[in-house]
């Protein structure tokens, strides 16, 4: 079963606004990753936070992480036609030896 | 350095038959993990192999199997293709424990 649950499972927005989507996981977890998937095409890997740590920034992306509420949230400032993707959180569970993914947000950016 | 390599791009099979892909992890790399992504089921586990041993393995039937070679490249093999199997067929490797996998382009398979 899947580890991550992601929301929304799509989201529509302006070229400049800011993007927001949501991961929710279900066991004890060494670290949480972010990544891309262009439609049809293999994943980038974006983001890793761990287990110990709450923020993470890199570039225009945030990454927060709530271990008490198993939860992470992922947000794109100033978004671009080009961040227009698939986004997934993929969690290291402890004592596992797998990334687990979610089933993805479908972020589209319209100019 | 070169990105992971998945070779063939697209491949369509007749149900009944069987498939082999192929994975070229990045240089230095030992493990190689295979996911199945379907758009009912998201993206599925397969297995992992690390120095030519497999590791991990998630839950697919036995017609799923693979080997690493001693080089880390790694080959996934479907025998007795049903419909269901038609995905998009990754590989990812990583130097170790998956902190951070770098994934191939996919082998888009289709069975008819």
């Known amino acids: 079963s899947q580890q991550g649950e992601e929301d929304p499972q799509a989201l529509s927005i302006q070229e400049g606004e800011n993007a927001t989507m949501n991961c929710s996981y279900k066991t004890s977890i060494n670290n949480l990753q972010w990544y891309r998937q262009n439609s049809g095409r293999g994943l980038v890997h974006l983001i890793l936070?761990?287990?110990?740590?709450r923020e993470k920034h890199s570039g225009r992306l945030r990454v927060t992480l709530d271990t008490s509420k198993k939860s992470s949230s992922l947000l794109i400032t100033a978004s671009r036609a080009a961040d227009t993707a698939s986004y997934f959180c993929?969690?290291?569970?402890?004592?596992?030896?797998?990334?687990?993914f979610g089933q993805g947000t479908r972020l589209t950016i319209n100019p | 350095k070169a990105g992971v390599t998945q070779t063939p791009r697209y491949l369509i099979k007749t149900r009944g038959q069987q498939v082999t892909l192929s994975c070229s992890p990045i240089?230095?790399?030992?493990?190689v993990s295979w996911y199945q992504q379907t758009p009912g089921q998201g993206l599925q586990f397969l297995f992992e192999y690390f120095s030519e041993t497999q590791r991990n393995k998630g839950n697919f039937p036995g017609r799923f199997s693979g080997r690493q070679f001693s080089n880390s490249r790694s080959e996934m093999n479907v025998s007795t293709l049903e419909l269901g199997d038609s995905a998009l067929y990754l590989c990812?490797?990583?130097?170790?424990?998956?902190?951070?996998?770098?994934f191939g382009q996919g082998t888009r398979l289709t069975v008819v």
């Open positions: 993929a969690t290291l569970p402890q004592g596992a030896q797998k990334l687990v």
């Open positions: 936070i761990r287990s110990n740590e």
């Open positions: 240089s230095g790399h030992r493990s």
């Open positions: 990812a490797s990583s130097p170790d424990r998956l902190l951070k996998a770098f």
